[in-house]
T-cell receptor
């Protein structure tokens, strides 16, 4: 089945530094990938839609200069949290759609802790 | 963005009991999906329902899509501790965007 690989699975960084999260589609091409943020015991909130070869579309209230998204190839999208602060600590998840029958395939998520 | 209301938010039951989780919206979705998520992992797709009135069964799980494609339910029969997790409904808006409900935390006690 379609697999989305997300890396790293967890990261701890110092306040003010930047962190890059990678999302790869392993056995299919994903022209569109989605980035979500999830707080403990809460649902997923869509942050942005990543489109291969073009600029990402950000949801209302999401700072595009803080959450940089790059989708340079059909199998890789990256999310960079710039100048991270403790309030950016969260669980970040990427996903890609694999047709109607398979729904959306999600990465395993990245637990970001900013200290 | 369309909204999906999911209920209940939390459910704690004994092994062997039945339960139903509801997902409602005032808007129509092209399809609706149910996911299960374990702590520290991404959601895993359980089922996709596309046709109004559709009923799908996955072992002890029964999924139903409302006739008007605005609501859905997940029914679990004879729940087991292994069913414990976060259940999420998600509606696919026309335009490829997936909208999630608030989620239901299910705990099945043995």
């Amino acid at each position: 089945g379609a697999v989305v690989s997300q890396h790293p699975s967890w990261v701890i960084c110092k306040s003010g530094t930047s962190v890059k999260i990678e999302c790869r589609s392993l056995d299919f091409q994903a022209t569109t990938m989605f980035w979500y943020r999830q707080f403990p015991k809460q649902s997923l909130m869509l942050m942005a839609t990543s489109n291969e070869g073009s600029k990402a579309t950000y949801e209302q209230g999401v700072e595009k200069d803080k959450f940089l998204i790059n989708h340079a190839s059909l199998t890789l999208s990256t999310l960079t949290v710039t100048s991270a602060h403790p309030e950016d600590s969260s669980f970040y998840i990427c996903s890609a759609r694999v047709g109607i029958a398979y729904g959306y395939t999600f990465g395993s998520g990245t637990r970001l802790t900013v200290v | 963005t369309q909204l999906l209301e999911q209920s209940p938010q939390f459910l704690s039951i004994q092994e062997g009991e039945n339960l139903t989780v509801y997902c409602n919206s005032s808007s129509v979705f092209s399809s609706l999906q149910w996911y299960r998520q374990e702590p520290g992992e991404g959601p895993v797709l359980l089922v996709t329902v596309v046709t109004g009135g559709e009923v799908k069964k996955l072992k002890r799980l029964t999924f139903q899509f409302g006739d008007a494609r605005k609501d859905s339910s997940l029914h679990i029969t004879a729940a087991q501790p292994g069913d414990t997790g976060l259940y999420l409904c998600a509606g696919l808006e026309y335009g490829n965007k997936l909208v999630f409900g608030a989620g239901t935390i299910l705990r099945v006690k043995s």
